[in-house]
């Protein structure tokens, strides 16, 4: 249940709420020294390079100098000429010396606002605001950044931007005689449970940190002219193990599960879900960099379950959100990290504010002809790979991925058992994929269309995909695999006669060429019985 939130030590007070800043303001000043910090971190190595390479020569100390006060001159010019303002109307944003630009973002149009502050912010008592609109079709137009300004202040800007009305108040929180407008307390949705760090090592995040700082210094190592990745494929070529290829698995696996715990309380400590009292959802979290992103719940269309494979081997799950304004990528609509999933449902159920998870639906099966297609997707690909090697390659690299084929055989089998579909009063329920099985909960009053999909082999098979269009999250969620009458019922039914003018009659329809399935529809007015896809 919901609870009153208290505020942790360290966190800005309660902002009061007072009307838009109609004058111009500056950033604060001193992300002189932040931005530095925090973007000049991919210059430190080669500072460091020119510094203690060599023989001592002064070049080196001259050059590095110039690289530290080109980024200093760089900064105070970002600062000097940044400026921002908040309107009645809008939000703006003027930048640049040589290439000015002016940005702005009508306030109806906020989606979501995103507080960062990187270890640099924090050290300065400073965060960045990110203001977003959830308008992604073109590179940069997704709302602006005000980087950096007080943490108070960017408490004070998340709470008015995303409040509907203009409140009266003064022009600044610094202006005096503000008084300030207590606001009622939070209520918090779930916390951080430190019984959740088993997930951190099923999540595999510990192998995702190592690609990550082997990219990073692999391309450092290129710069100094060595090229480890190139030198290693080549010795493991010339002198093949498979007693050193085991080793370096497990070694690994090892290192990955070393990592994934304390790379799990970097992501995810103090985590905190709150409805706040402005109608926002918001989700705190971070150690050395914290986030706080609010997101309106009248823009909320639904709720996600994820289970990787292995998280959910250990009964466990993630859950993001499907609103407008956030995409499906990425940790931005991430609700709950990973965590059990009974947990996962009752935050589902907390936020849908609903008396029982709609993902907890029963599920209606897809055919069996599903099952043929998923298992030959899976493995066909590597067997086709194992045949490629077999002729062109050594003979030791063929039964790598042939090995691998009933592994395949068996995500193929998963990815069928995970395949359903149900319906309530208010939602679409759709599950889909094995590796990072989805279970999304859909509001069937934000489908705005039908995109149905029927490939050759599919037609073949009696199936088709079926997707639900809306203007949140990923954009559409697919029903896959499921058989003809059964996906256009459950499409019509969904969502009535948003389907029904690419009915025709089926008497018609036996009468005229190119038609080819009808609909038997087990659900609603009975009548879809006598129409097929046009």
Do not use: C
């Not at 059990?340 to 998870?357: E, F, I, T, Y």
């Amino acid at each position: 249940m919901s609870t009153p939130a208290e505020v942790p030590a360290g966190l800005p007070a309660a902002p009061e709420i007072t009307e838009p800043l109609q004058e111009w303001h500056r950033l604060h000043v001193r992300m002189l020294v932040v931005r530095p910090l925090n973007e000049g971190v991919a210059m430190l190595v080669p500072i460091l390079v020119l510094l203690f390479t060599g023989n001592g020569e002064k070049w080196r100390l001259i050059a590095s100098g110039v690289t530290v006060a080109a980024i200093l001159a760089f900064s105070y010019l970002i600062w000097r000429t940044t400026k921002y303002r908040i309107t009645d109307d809008q939000v703006e944003l003027h930048t640049g010396l040589l290439t000015r630009k002016q940005l702005a973002v009508p306030r109806d149009r906020i989606r979501t606002v995103d507080l960062t502050s990187k270890p640099g912010h924090r050290i300065f008592g400073l965060s960045a605001v990110r203001i977003g609109t959830g308008q992604q079709d073109v590179p940069g137009t997704d709302g602006l950044t005000l980087d950096a300004v007080t943490q108070q202040e960017a408490e004070r800007l998340r709470v008015l931007l995303l409040r509907k009305g203009v409140a009266p108040g003064v022009a600044s929180p610094e202006e005096a005689g503000a008084e300030p407008v207590a606001l009622p307390e939070s209520e918090v949705i779930s916390r951080l449970d430190l019984k959740w760090l088993k997930f951190a090592p099923l999540s595999l995040s510990g192998l995702v940190a190592i690609g990550a700082v082997f990219g990073v210094l692999s391309n450092y190592a290129d710069d100094l002219g060595l090229h480890p990745v190139q030198d290693l494929w080549e010795w493991l070529f010339e002198h093949p193990s498979l007693t050193l290829f085991a080793g370096f698995l497990v070694a690994l696996v090892v290192v990955g599960l070393v990592l994934s715990i304390p790379l799990y309380v970097l992501q995810f400590w103090n985590y905190r879900l709150t409805r706040e009292p402005d109608g926002t959802l918001r989700v705190q979290r971070g150690l050395l960099t914290t986030r706080s992103v609010s997101v309106e719940e009248q823009r909320l269309r639904g709720v996600d379950i994820q289970e990787p494979l292995l998280v959910r081997a250990g009964k466990g799950a993630k859950l993001a959100a499907v609103t407008t304004g956030l995409g499906s990528k990425g940790e931005s609509n991430l609700l709950l990290p990973p965590a059990p999933l009974s947990v996962a449902h009752q935050v589902s159920r907390d936020v849908l504010k609903v008396g029982s998870d709609p993902t907890t639906l029963r599920l209606r099966k897809h055919p069996i002809a599903a099952l043929r297609r998923s298992v030959f997707r899976h493995v066909v690909p590597w067997a086709v790979i194992a045949a490629g090697l077999a002729i062109w390659a050594p003979s030791w690299a063929w039964p790598i991925p042939a090995a691998v084929i009933p592994f395949a055989a068996l995500i193929g089998w998963d990815n069928y058992r995970s395949l359903g579909n149900a319906l309530d009063e208010r939602y679409l329920v759709t599950r889909n994929n094995s590796l990072v099985r989805s279970t999304v909960a859909l509001q069937r009053t934000g489908i705005i269309g039908w995109r149905i999909r029927r490939s050759f082999f599919q037609r073949r098979s009696g199936l088709m995909t079926i997707g639900a269009t809306t203007a949140a999250g990923a954009g559409i969620y697919h029903v896959t695999d499921v058989g003809e009458s059964d996906g256009l019922a459950l499409a019509d039914e969904a969502v009535p006669e948003l389907l029904r003018p690419f009915l025709v009659d089926k008497s018609a329809a036996d009468e005229s060429a190119g038609d080819e399935s009808a609909v038997d529809e087990s659900a609603g007015d009975g009548q879809a019985d006598r129409n097929v896809w046009r």
